[in-house]
């Protein structure tokens, strides 16, 4: 396994990979040049083009789940896997190119500094600040949810680049059936967790707003806002 | 009750009970998840064999009619069922989950495991297995 990193450096980047054999390799090589010393798996999320394949033959750690279990369910996997080799840090990575490693070592130091989730977020600095988007306008919804349920802002609670520390990662072992998603951003805020956000650059994807995806961000903000107003008074810390 | 609704309910919950039966025998239906609609349909006859029943509490609970109470026990009884179930489907969805990941995590250990085995170093003997 020439890109096996031993838990020496202690992070894991978990990188979810759902039939995504064109930009996996791109990606990959990208993260290994710029983090060579910072360990990764991919977890292939029951894909059915040649996602595994592309990394059997590059060598990449690979977790190869049987069936199709959703990026809550393929980032879990990749937390297992990282505890039981003994990783203290994780961070979810896209496979789709939309994060950039470049990130990964400053968000690491934040969590070494002592923060337990550290957020890379798109709208810490100016250059986010301008754009208007519907994904935009979902962020502002849950920072205002979660900031009226924990007095806390997060600036980009959606961001789906987020590094875990020991805490949490002792945490979510515990509590097998977290989504890391912003309602489990709240419920750790709320549980005395230490959350910070790093202004960081997130590739835009250019993904058609068809009228399906727009009913998901729908389903997905119900979710969300249900979930951080309502069921996490009845949640178990 | 009208002997309409009266027939209807016989007959229905008869044809339902032998459905049931049949599909139990048939299928992979675990008996613990079978006893709730052999018991569902058998209350059903119960209380259309004998609609007293329904009579006696629909009086004591002031009912406008008696269908009335049955339509509303039948109601409440499957809504809880649809709660249990969904409650079941949730935990068998983390019982998966679970398994899945384990499954995962075992299969990369095999593969690395058969990797260093020397006569298996060269055919990657783990592909072909697990590619259907």
Known sequence: MPHEIKPKDKLLAVIPAFNEEESLKRTVDNFIAHCPDVGFVVVDDGSSDRTADICLQNGYPLLRLPVNLGLSGAFQAGVHYAKQNGYGYVIQFDADGQHLPEYIPQMLEAAKAGADVVIGSRYLDAAGRGKHSLRKAGSVLLRGAIRLTTGKTITDPTSGMRLFGTRVLDYFEKAPNFDPEPDMIAHLLRNGYRVTELPVRIEERLAGKSYLRFWRVVQYMTRMLLSILLIQWFRKA | ?132
């Open chain 2, 1 to 132: 009750m009208s002997p309409a609704i009266r027939i209807i309910l016989i007959v229905v919950s008869l044809l339902v009970f032998l459905l049931m039966m049949r599909r139990i025998r048939r299928e992979k239906f675990l008996i613990s998840d079978a006893v709730f609609w052999i018991l569902f349909c058998a209350g059903l006859l119960v209380l259309s064999i004998f609609p007293q029943i329904a009579i006696f509490f629909a009086d004591l609970l002031d009912f406008y009619s008696p269908a009335n109470l049955v339509y509303v026990l039948i109601i409440f009884v499957l809504l809880m069922k649809m709660f249990f179930m969904a409650l079941k489907s949730s935990n068998n969805e983390c019982k998966l989950r679970q398994t899945a990941q384990t499954v995962a995590i075992l299969e990369k250990r095999l593969r690395e495991l058969e990797a260093r085995i020397p006569e298996n170093g060269e055919d990657d003997s783990t592909r072909q297995e697990d590619t259907k």
